[in-house]
């Protein structure tokens, strides 16, 4: 497929699913840091058990080929820190990158603002880093890149865990929501 | 669906549950068609990149990170930058959709108040340091990576709840 309309025809059903989730909605997004609204963990559990259960399908049908499919590499200091700074950005900020494009196109001028906060963000890190280049490769796993390599077992058991966590935590977070003020429905 | 056009009351956000079944079908046909996942940072970082050079090009050319970056590539060679435009253009359509767009500045409530510039300036700043960092936002790492298994996709999602969590709390005592 060119290049051009499979980004803008993927990104197209990306964006449009976001925005329906509600995941351009600030108030909606933190609620999962306050517990009054588990969209978030909901949303992102089932995507990923899904993608992951399917992918693990299409391997074992002789579709595809794991090895083909971009792995991101085990830095995991790095990847501690750039989530834990990710994760406090959002908290404060309302949204992390891909919703804050979300939350600008529904018309909220603070996802502009935090766009704008993410390009100084790089600004910073690509002045800071002939400083901080080596946090960048910190704490790296070298036995493999994979739960499977780190756990010593297959796909299959890893999804079957995956998917148990996911309905504990739809039926986990059903009932805290039920206890509090309740889920942001629109707007 | 319930579409009434004589309304501009919005309509109501998906069940998280289709909603996650919807973003796992778009993004196992991203894997699919492409190798990689969803992202949104690689753009942001592209895009950093071509600013410095209209802006300092020799500053950015000179720059350990940026500058193989801006030297041959123009943001729009890449994948990432049309999937964006692309995320942009479903959002607003599916806004539109559900007459949603609204012109505001929001999360004042829980986010600052008055100071929800700053929150977001800072928010913002701090989210795009910490996704160079990692080499990926929640998107591109955590909820892709996570697709594949990827032992850092799930210590990302793990210290980004645990913080997120954390710094909601700081943030009610602070108001």
Not at chain 1, 44 to 53: E, G, N, P, Q
Request: net charge positive; proline share 3%; glycine share 14%.
């Amino acid at each position: 497929m060119n290049e051009i309309i499979s980004g803008l025809m993927l990104g197209f059903g990306f964006g449009f699913v976001l925005e329906r989730a509600g995941f351009g909605n600030p108030n909606k997004l933190t609620g999962q840091f306050r517990f009054t609204d588990w969209s978030v963990f909901k949303v992102m559990f089932t995507a990923i058990v899904f993608t992951a259960i399917g992918l693990m399908a299409l391997k074992y049908l002789g579709y595809i080929q794991i090895d083909q499919l971009f792995v991101p590499p085990a830095f995991l200091g790095a990847a501690a820190l750039g989530g834990a700074l990710v994760g406090v950005g959002f908290s404060i900020g309302g949204y992390c990158p891909g919703t804050s494009i979300v939350g600008l196109m529904s018309g909220r001028i603070d996802a502009g603002i935090f766009l704008i906060g993410l390009l100084l963000g790089t600004v910073i890190f690509s002045l800071a880093y002939p400083v901080i280049e080596s946090v960048t490769s910190l704490g790296e796993y070298t036995q493999g890149d994979t739960l499977m390599v780190l756990l010593n077992t297959s796909d299959i058991y890893i999804n079957i865990a995956m998917v148990i966590a996911a309905i504990a935590i739809f039926i986990f977070g059903g009932w805290i929501e039920k206890r509090s003020s309740g889920t942001v429905c629109s707007k | 669906m319930q579409e009434n056009k004589n309304t501009i009351k919005p309509s109501a956000y998906w069940n998280p549950l289709v909603a996650g079944l919807a973003l796992g079908l778009v993004l196992l046909l991203t894997f699919v068609s492409t190798g990689h996942g969803l992202g949104a940072t690689g753009f942001t970082t592209r895009l950093t990149a071509w600013l410095g050079m209209q802006v300092v090009p020799a500053a950015t050319l000179a720059n350990n990170y940026l500058g193989g970056m801006a030297e041959d590539a123009y943001p729009l060679d890449a994948w990432i930058s049309w999937q964006v435009i692309g995320v942009a253009i479903g959002a607003l359509v599916s806004a539109y959709l559900a007459h949603r767009i609204y012109f505001q500045l929001d999360g004042k409530v829980f986010l600052g108040g008055t100071k929800r510039p700053i929150t977001a300036l800072v928010g913002g700043l701090l989210a795009g340091f910490g996704a160079r960092i990692a080499a990926g936002c929640t998107s591109g790492l955590g909820l892709s990576g996570a697709a594949t298994l990827s032992i850092a996709a799930f210590v990302f999602l793990g210290t980004f709840f645990a913080a997120g969590i954390l710094a909601t709390k700081l943030m009610k005592v602070g108001q």
